[in-house]
């Protein structure tokens, strides 16, 4: 990316700055032309602000969930309450201080807003494929913090209720001045479902850095929405859609296991099974050395799987950190990959009872994650076994990508496959029941203050 000049920087530092629970800052900024940029490299600039606001994601559900754990002198080290709150699934975690889950989202929905609504004026000054290309982008990253939050701060995704579950505030405008509520859980689909629809028909299939959104990751994202939708009909079609475009997987055999990070640097074109790229921020608690993979995860890899090393990192006795991010870097990856879909689309096969075609989709990914020569076909007599088949390899698959809390909450509405989570800190033990209400996390005090929006019920 190009070094930005002195008015993109000050653009960037005000809109950082905006996020949708400081009412006093709010009414300070009311003249939205102030942050609005002139020309189409200055919008350009705005969402290429990748690891500081654009491509963050949501960092609470993967503390919440169960692929870590911490030993005590670890979970006491750890620099916010938030931090400690999240992973004992408190009554009230998110009530007070700085929620970055929340504050980042509405940053980046601000951010597209100011594309969005400055569009109009760009036509004469740019070519009809820069605006479309950066329409898209701006629809793309929007629905993408919507879908984000409605993961967090919204219940699960049910049909049957969704028209009266509270859904989360969509901004569709850049004017402060304007409140939406929180509308039906329904109403906050719906809008994701059109900006990412919408981004799909308007991107390019290639774009030059993974940072950027393309066609393939508008779909793949269609594909991750619905299944959390429990929509597994268009989560099938979608994920068929994206590997018809995109189905590249890394042959784990060509990794050099024995680096420190065993898969290629990912920006700005590295991990060719990569579709998009997007991280959680660094914390301490990923960070941390007393910060361990659950134990019987680990022990789940077969020695000849190639994961069991790409992965992890010994740290003593039967402990372990992960190191197995697809940024090939520290920071986690969260973003969007070929092994993702292969997983959906087995998941949709299986549960339509197609159970050689989900098991040919598992089977292609495997191959490629163990060691060449000792790969033996996996084999189901029924459906319902290719489905636990498939679920077994997602959560070694497609570990500390922030995706467990979503596939937690979508799947505990199934009885067959509900857990209860528990963690065991100074004697003490926590417990999360399948569909408890902890797993909607609390909106902001301040958000709920300054706009009289309802608080999530506990």
């Known amino acids: 990316m190009k070094t930005l000049n002195l008015s993109k920087l000050l653009l960037l530092f005000l809109s950082s700055f905006l996020i949708s629970c400081d009412k006093e800052y709010l009414e300070k900024i009311n003249d939205k032309s102030l942050l609005v940029p002139s020309a189409i490299a200055d919008f350009q600039a705005l969402l290429d602000d990748n690891n500081n606001v654009m491509n963050l994601s949501p960092w609470i559900g993967e503390l919440s969930s169960d692929n870590f754990y911490a030993a005590d002198a ?39 807003n100011i594309v969005l609504d400055g569009l109009p004026g760009l036509k004469g000054r740019a070519t009809e494929t820069e605006i479309k290309n950066l329409r898209g982008s701006a629809l793309f990253y929007r629905g993408y913090a919507l879908y984000n939050l409605s993961q967090i701060f919204a219940a699960p995704y049910d049909a049957a209720i969704a028209d009266s579950e509270p859904g989360i505030p969509v901004r569709l405008s850049a004017d402060v001045n304007l409140r939406p509520g929180r509308g039906t859980l329904t109403e906050t689909y719906q809008q994701i479902l059109i900006d990412i629809k919408e981004a799909a028909e308007l991107l390019p299939e290639q774009v030059a850095y993974k940072s950027r959104p393309s066609q393939a990751a508008a779909i793949a994202l269609l594909a991750r929405i619905t299944l959390s939708m429990r929509n597994y009909e268009d989560a099938l079609k979608y994920a068929d859609q994206c590997l018809a475009i995109h189905n590249t997987l890394i042959d784990y055999n060509t990794l050099k296991l024995s680096a420190a990070r065993a898969f290629p640097v990912l920006l700005p074109n590295g991990n060719a099974e990569v579709i998009y790229y997007s991280i959680m921020p660094p914390l301490s608690f990923f960070s941390s050395s007393l910060t361990y993979v659950d134990s019987l995860l680990y022990k789940s890899y077969s020695s000849n799987d190639l994961r069991k090393n790409a992965f992890f990192l010994s740290r003593g006795t039967n402990k ?85 809390w979503s596939d937690l909450r979508r799947l505990n509405t199934e009885s067959r496959f509900a857990v209860t989570l528990q963690r ?24 709920v203050t300054a706009t009289g929006i309802a608080q999530n019920a506990r």
């Open 424 to 447: 065991k800190i100074n004697s003490q033990t926590y417990s999360l029941p399948a569909q408890d209400k902890r797993y909607v996390l609390l909106i902001p005090d301040e958000e």
């Open 320 to 404: 372990f950190s992960f190191r197995g991010s697809y940024t090939g870097r520290t920071e986690l990856f969260s973003g969007l990959a070929t092994d993702e879909l292969y997983l959906i689309r087995a998941e949709c096969l299986a549960r339509k009872g197609n159970t050689q075609a989900a098991l040919s989709d598992l089977n292609t990914l495997l191959s490629k994650r163990w060691k060449s020569g000792t790969y033996i076909p996996f084999t189901a007599t029924s459906s319902d076994e290719a489905l636990n088949l498939v679920f077994t390899e997602r959560r070694k698959e497609l570990l500390i990508r922030g995706l467990r």
């Open 74 to 112: 670890g979970y006491l080290a750890w620099n916010t309450e938030l931090e400690r709150s999240a992973y004992t699934w408190s009554t009230n975690p998110n009530s007070t201080g700085n929620v970055s889950d929340w504050n980042n989202a509405y940053r980046q929905i601000f951010n597209t």
